[in-house]
Each structure stands twice: as structure tokens, then as C-alpha cells.
């Protein structure tokens, strides 16, 4: 997927700046509901005894839900959403974390296997409130370490599976709960990755074109 979007940027981007962003944000709505509305009505059913039911839209020849990301951050770049008050995007922001918490509590009650990921709607809803949110800050509190994190933080989402492979295995025989567990994991992830990332990025070139840093 990471190459696949690579290589289709900068076509995506050469195609985008011939529209008007308004243009963009109304097709974008239209796959939006096609990629994640579907799926989420497909699950419902599915975790009540309703099977065989799929409701879905292929979108993988255009990034598939990924590149529906990727879109709609041009679209807060771009100004799209200005029109909407802070509050709205704050109440967004918030429902959609307590749906998500909640709805997979539901599903851990009703015993059903429900994984987490970038399709489940509310991911979608939640992250795009956050990141609008904080697009319209004037001042960032912290803002040199805010920055540190935002220059290698692609790098490190490229390069932490390497470390998360290596030390989960070390991890989940610790005599904690699980919920401590992956918390520890986290700390060990974000510092093995960052540090990985930083000393790779004094290596002339690797850096630059290796984990795309600037």
C-alpha cells in the first residue's frame, strides 16, 4: 500500500490541481459513504446472525480507503472546512471516540471478532475533526519538541513494524495485564523508532530518500 501511494501521488496531485477543492469535497463524500458507510452496515448485520449479507464498493484501483485519507487532508489544507466552528469538529471529535470505545465493547460482549482499523466510519469521522482542529491553532505549546516529532514521525510509521515483530514477543511474556502490556510496547516502540529514525536520517541521502524526511 505504501508503495502503491508513493507512486500514485504525484499523478494524484497533478490530477487535483485541476479542480476546484469544492469539486473534490463533494466527490469525496460520495466514496466516502460508498467505502466505509457499506462495510459498517455489512458488520452490523454480520454481529447480528445476519449472514452473508455484504454491502461493499471497491475502491482499490484509486488508493482505496487510504487514499480517502490522504484526500481529505488536502481538503483541510485547502481550507474546505473553515466554515464549520471549532465546537462542531471538538463534538465530533469526541463522539466518535466514545463510538468507538463503545462499539468495541459491544462487540467484545457479544463475543464477536471485531478488529479496529482505518474503514471502521468513526476512524474516519474522528480523525478528520482532530486534524482540523489542529490545523487552526496559531501557536503549538511544546512547539520544538511537537516539531521533532513531526519530522520523523513518517519515518517511524515505515520503520516500526521492524521493532514491533522484534520485541512483542518479549512483551506479552511480562507479568502484567495485557492493557499495561500494550503500553509498554508503545513507550518501546516510539523510543527504538525514533531513535532508529533520527540516526538514519544523519546518514547522507538514506534519510531523504529512503524514509522521505525533510
Known sequence: MIIGMYLSLPFVASTLSH?????????????SLLAFLLPFISLL???????NISIQFCLGF???IYGIYIILGWLVKKGQFKKYSSNKFRLLAIVSFLICVLFQYYAYIRGYPFLLWYEFPFILTGSLALFELCS?????RGFKGVQFLSKYSFAVFLIHNLFRISLLP???FLPFTEPVKAIILW??????????AAII???PQYGKFILYMR
Open 201 to 203: 536520517y544523519r546518514i
Open 19 to 31: 479542480y476546484k477543492p469544492k469539486t473534490i469535497e463533494q466527490a469525496t463524500i460520495v466514496f
Open 136 to 140: 487552526r491553532r496559531k501557536k503549538v
Open 187 to 196: 513507550i518501546l516502540l516510539i523510543i527504538f523508532s525514533y531513535a532508529a
Open 170 to 172: 518479549l512483551v506479552i
Open 62 to 64: 484509486s488508493g482505496g
Open 45 to 51: 448485520f454480520d454481529m447480528e446472525g445476519i449472514r
